[in-house]
Every structure is written in structure tokens, then in C-alpha cells.
């Protein structure tokens, strides 16, 4: 068999056991498992994965994952998500369509604080969605915006995917952080224009004005000032140089807890439930590393990425060309993976192609430059058809409105983001111009 046929053989092994509903990490390390014993044999398989593991999980950079994901469980399950929400609506609320426009900039500023896509929209719905259907929202605006709302927690900063970017391809996680910002806020903008403009060429999804028009209170206000304290404290220690973005993951789990108990809403149950939680979120992410990592292994024996690298080297096509198709396959990816694994799975393929072109910048900016364009794309698989995770999560908790509405909900988002990507991928700078003053 040549080693195009096992590396495709191996692809479609791990796509069958995904599609009987296999996990990923095992369907992962079911085909890596498969492709290294038939390339080696099965003493040096036992041998690799004897060292693989600790190899993998004795980075002290890997602390982030699970730190970040309890950040967010104590925000989540102390409350701080509601309040968010209800300041959001104030400032937003004069505007047609403002209560979806609230659930965007609540989202972001949940996503300053969680770092994960499915739990911002998960929370963000569970407190906006019964105060959007009470206004007279459609489901299908209502679910479509919770939805892509719930990106945003992979866009900002601090966001788990770009962690593991980070680590496969041995960059600066604080520039990562800095890269992703403005970004980031394009994005919150662009939905938010989204509706704007949704609201008025297709009447009838929203109300002509909310009912009730809140006032901006003391109470509103200080119920924000705990995600605005913990942002602070979190990255501006992190570029101010007093720790680093392990240290500040550990600074900032630990000052979203004190948030929390200001709010009182913080039970010993849920205390338990936060910690309970991040266990078994951070299990699943190793567990998919140890697949990824295996996986990969396999490809490597096979060489096919090396002459992937080599072949589109030599090609007479532009370098943006190139990165254009490479985020047209993850479109298409993410119709079957998630965010984690397609990152793990992907970037060691990709990253030495991309880094063998020529963009005129240096290697470092052109690394980080990728890895905004491969999370934005990602954060697109995560609402695109016929999967979409965060649809499922949206739908799933507003049980009233089919699926197909939800979908339908998403297509505004959607071309936002086909408008962002492409001003990111044509104009670097975008994306490059705060990376200049981390130090």
C-alpha cells in the first residue's frame, strides 16, 4: 500500500468510528493505533506510547486548560453571567432589536472570562433566551444569535483552542492573546450589525421597541464591575509582566471564585459542580491530545505531510491561496469534528506547509497571524450546517423551535464572518497590530 493510500486509509478509519458515534479521542486512537502497528509493527507502538503520555502531559504550559476552564465554572455558577446580561440590556435596550444585541456584548464579555465556545452559549442562553421569547423574539433570531454569540468565547481572549494552538506550535500564548483581540471585537460588532440590519429587511423577528426600557442603575453597574475586575486583573498582570498566562490562569480562576462569592449565589454544591466540571472537560481535551498525538505519529511514519509540504511548496499559486484552501478544508472539517479536535489533528499538518511559504513577514508573525485565521474558521464550523455544535446546544435548550429555524437564524452570522475572515486573511495587520507591544 503506498503512503498516500494508508494516510487515507487511516482518515477513513477514524471518519467510520465517528460516524457510529465513536468519541473522538477514541476514534482518533483506534486509527493512529491502526496506521502505526501496520507501518512498525507492534513492539515500537508499545514503546512510543509507553513515552508518549508523560512526554505530552508534563508541560507545565498544558495547567492553562484546566485553569481556564474552572475560570469560567465560577462565573458560570455564581451568577455573574445574569447580571452581565442585564447591564448589557440596559445600555442596548433603545435599539430595535437591542435584547439581541445585549445577548452578543454579554456573550463577549462572558467569553473574556470562560475561554470556551459551548459553555458561553450555554449560559448566555439559559439567562437571555426566556427574557428574549417574553419580548416577542423569534425563535429563530433568538437561537441564531445565541448561537454565534457563543463563538465569541473561543475569539476572546482567554480561548482554550488557542492555548492548544499555542502549545502545538511552540508560540507566545500572551501574543496569541493580543492577536486575537481586535479581532475579537470585530466580530462582536459585526453581529451586532447583523442584526440590525436582519431586523429591519426581515420585520416581524423582533419588536418594534422593547415594552420596557430599563434604566441604568448602581445595582446594574457594580454587577459588571467583577468580570471587568477579573479581565483586569488577569491580562493586565499578563502584559504588565507580573506573571505569565500559566500564573495568570491561576490569578484568574481564583479571582473569578472571589467574584463569585460577592454575588452569593455561590453554593458548597456548586462548588463542587465547578470543580467536577473542569475534570471531566479537561479529561476530555487530554484524552483527545493522546488521540491527536497518536494519530499524527501514524501520519508522520507515512510522510505525507512532509510531502504535502514539499508538493505545494512547488506550486506556482499564490501563498494566500493556499491558506485560503487550507480554511476551506477546516469549513468542511467542522462539519464532522469539534473545535479541539480538529486543531490537534490538523495543525501539525498544516503549520510546516503554511511556514514554508513566503507572506514578506517574519516566521513569528506569520505563526500568529495563522492561528487567528484557523479560530475564526473554526468558530465558522461551529455554526455552519449539517452540524454546527453550538446550534445543537442553542436548540437544544429552546425545545419550541425546530432546527431548521435556528439554522436559518445563523445565516446572517455566517456572512459576517465569510466579511471578517477575509479582511483578516487580505490585511495581516489587523490581527498583528497589538502582538507589537507585548513584550
Known amino acids: 500500500m503506498s503512503s498516500l493510500s494508508l494516510a487515507g486509509m487511516i482518515f477513513a478509519v477514524m471518519l467510520v468510528l465517528m460516524a457510529i458515534r465513536v468519541p473522538i479521542a477514541v476514534s482518533m486512537f483506534a486509527a493512529g493505533t491502526f496506521g502505526y502497528i501496520y507501518q512498525v509493527g507492534l513492539p515500537p507502538f508499545f514503546n512510543n506510547l509507553n513515552g508518549m503520555a508523560f512526554a505530552r502531559f508534563a508541560s507545565y504550559d498544558l495547567s492553562v486548560i484546566p485553569l481556564f476552564i474552572l475560570m ?39 467569553g473574556a472570562i470562560c475561554g470556551s465556545s459551548v459553555a458561553t452559549a450555554a449560559t448566555i442562553t439559559s439567562v437571555a433566551l426566556p427574557e428574549m421569547k417574553r419580548h416577542g423574539y423569534s425563535g429563530r433570531l433568538s437561537t441564531g444569535t445565541l448561537a454565534a454569540g457563543g463563538t465569541l468565547g473561543v475569539l476572546i481572549p482567554p480561548s482554550v483552542p488557542l492555548v492548544i494552538y499555542a502549545i502545538l506550535t511552540e508560540q507566545n500564548i500572551a501574543k496569541l492573546f493580543a492577536a486575537a ?67 495568570g490562569a491561576g490569578v484568574g480562576a481564583a479571582a473569578t471564585f472571589v467574584a463569585a462569592l460577592f454575588k452569593r449565589e455561590l453554593t458548597w454544591a456548586k462548588v463542587k459542580l465547578c470543580f467536577y466540571s473542569t475534570a471531566a472537560a479537561s479529561a476530555m481535551i487530554f484524552m483527545i491530545f493522546i488521540g491527536a498525538d497518536l494519530m499524527n505519529s501514524a501520519l508522520a511514519l507515512t510522510q505525507v505531510p512532509a510531502q504535502l509540504a514539499s508538493v505545494i511548496q512547488g506550486w506556482d499559486v499564490s501563498p494566500l491561496m493556499v491558506v485560503g484552501g487550507i480554511l476551506l478544508f477546516y469549513v468542511v472539517l467542522g462539519a464532522v469534528m469539534d473545535e479541539l479536535s480538529m486543531i490537534l489533528l490538523t495543525i501539525p499538518i498544516f503549520f510546516p506547509v ?57 445565516m446572517p452570522f455566517l456572512c459576517s464572518d465569510v466579511i471578517r475572515s477575509l479582511l483578516v486573511l487580505f490585511f495581516p495587520a489587523v490581527s498583528l497590530w497589538l502582538v507589537q507591544f507585548v513584550g
Open 72 to 110: 469560567g465554572n465560577f462565573a458560570t455558577q455564581g451568577g455573574i453571567s445574569k447580571a452581565l446580561f442585564q447591564f448589557a440590556a440596559v445600555v442596548m435596550g433603545r435599539f430595535k432589536g437591542g435584547l439581541a444585541m445585549a445577548a452578543v456584548l454579554a456573550s463577549a464579555g462572558f
Open 181 to 247: 483581540m481586535i479581532p475579537g471585537i470585530i466580530a462582536m460588532l459585526g453581529y451586532m450589525i447583523a442584526i440590525a440590519v436582519y431586523v429591519r429587511l426581515v420585520p416581524g423577528h423582533a419588536p418594534e421597541k422593547d415594552a420596557e426600557q430599563a434604566k441604568m442603575t448602581l445595582e446594574s453597574l457594580m454587577g459588571v464591575l467583577p468580570i471587568a475586575a477579573v479581565f483586569l486583573i488577569v491580562f493586565g498582570g499578563i502584559y504588565g509582566g507580573l506573571f505569565t498566562p500559566t500564573e
Open 354 to 410: 503554511v511556514m514554508g511559504l513566503d507572506f514578506g513577514m517574519p516566521q513569528e508573525s506569520v505563526a500568529i497571524w495563522f492561528g487567528i485565521m484557523v479560530l475564526m474558521t473554526v468558530g465558522f464550523g461551529l455554526l455552519a450546517p449539517p452540524v454546527g455544535l453550538n446550534v445543537y446546544v442553542v436548540n437544544g435548550m429552546a425545545k419550541t423551535v425546530p432546527i431548521g429555524e435556528s439554522y436559518r437564524g445563523v
